[in-house]
């Protein structure tokens, strides 16, 4: 009789643990879905910072080796990329970057820098002169020409017009081919007309030191074509 009394209450005790078991799995599993449905339909209020400094909600942001986007390509072109805007300089294998936006004399431009070797310098280009080409080659890519200018070590400011090609399907921006304008320049206005730049500006008079403003001016056109510059 006491054999069977201690079985009994020995199986109501294992019933009991069961019971007890099952209800901690069953509240363990309930948390763990709550978490799930928090974290990925409730994250309006969760707020990552990319890696170029930009702050993103949770949701929007891309994660991992594909978090980088291109802020000089989102402000300039509203994309979205991790392509960045990449300067060739002229008469050289060397590209350069253009990552910052900076002041100029007043005027917001964006910048670059580059090494080679020992060889350190900027490139800077002026995006308020951004300026579009009638030039139809693609229906996914936009032509535009651009002043940018070079300096390294030396006491030299180099002028360039660039010709760029917008690739919207891509989401890149092709340096296509560059013209130099001069050393220590200044640009007054830069125009199109179809497939043609005319730019205008200033440049050192033959009596003129290097260190002064220019004072000589000087009116160009340019012909484009998807392939490059030549002069008229």
Known sequence: MALNISLKNMKEKMKTIKILATTILIIIIIIAIAGIIKFNF?????????????????DEAKHGNGSYHSKVMLKLFNIKTPNDFIIHIPESEMTCKLNEFIMIDSTEMIKG???DG???GIVVLDNLKITTLNINESKDKNYFIAPFFVSNQGTGVFYY?????L???????NHIDSYLLGDRIKILSLNSDGNKGHIKFKEHSIK????EEPNEKKDIVIKVTAKGFSKN
Do not use: H, P
Request: proline share 0%; aromatic share 10%.
């Open 161 to 165: 017009l660039g010709l760029f090609a």
């Open 113 to 115: 820098n580059y090494t």
């Open 118 to 120: 020992v060889e350190k």
């Open 42 to 58: 409730i994250n309006d209020d969760i707020y990552i910072r990319n890696s170029d400094g930009t702050i993103e909600k949770y």
């Open 167 to 173: 690739d919207t399907k891509e989401m890149t921006v």
């Open 208 to 211: 003129q030191a290097m260190a």
